[in-house]
């Protein structure tokens, strides 16, 4: 299986497109996941749209289910003054907490899965600021696999 941790975010989304479930699910089960989740968020200020975020202040945590331990990974995304920072972990109240399993995590972020799509089959619950969830997908331009 080839690296997610090395690819552009191009990269990722086509691998994400072209690999089965089973094996993105065995890559989130590795003791790669770790890697591959912070090299997304490291990547995420690549995608991120700040002319449409515009005044936007923002913290969000996101919450990737399905670790082999049965916990999740929790990040934190902070938009403001047209920047996106992400970090491991959850230092702020959030206005938004996306959860969601890891599967879905890499098809949402490649742009391989729609967030509506993904929330009426309840595979992506949020909860906190309606109108941020609502804008949420929108501030973000990820590359389609």
Same mark, same amino acid.
């Given at each position: ?68 331990? #049965? $916990? !999740? /990974?929790?990040?934190?995304? +902070? ?5 996106? &920072?992400?970090?491991?972990?959850? @230092? %702020? ?7 969601? #399993? $890891? !599967? /879905?995590?890499?098809?949402? +972020? ?5 967030? &509506?799509?993904?929330?009426?089959? @309840? %595979? ?22």
């Amino acid at each position: 299986m080839s690296d997610p941790t090395t690819m552009s975010p191009r990269e990722l989304a086509v691998f994400v497109k072209q690999t089965p479930n089973g094996e993105l699910r065995r890559l989130m089960h590795s003791p790669r996941r770790t890697d591959v989740i912070d090299e997304i968020f490291t990547n995420m200020p690549q995608v991120f749209r700040a002319d449409r975020a515009g005044a936007l202040t923002a913290v969000i945590h996101w919450r990737i289910g399905d670790r082999p331990d #049965g $916990g !999740v /990974d929790v990040y934190e995304m +902070v938009i403001a003054d047209g920047a996106c &920072v992400s970090t491991p972990g959850n @230092g %702020r109240h959030p206005d938004l907490t996306l959860s969601l #399993g $890891g !599967v /879905d995590f890499l098809n949402l +972020v490649t742009g391989n899965a729609h967030a &509506v799509a993904l929330v009426m089959r @309840g %595979r992506l619950k949020t909860k906190g600021d309606l109108a941020l969830t609502a804008k949420f997908p929108t501030l973000f331009d990820p590359p389609r696999g």
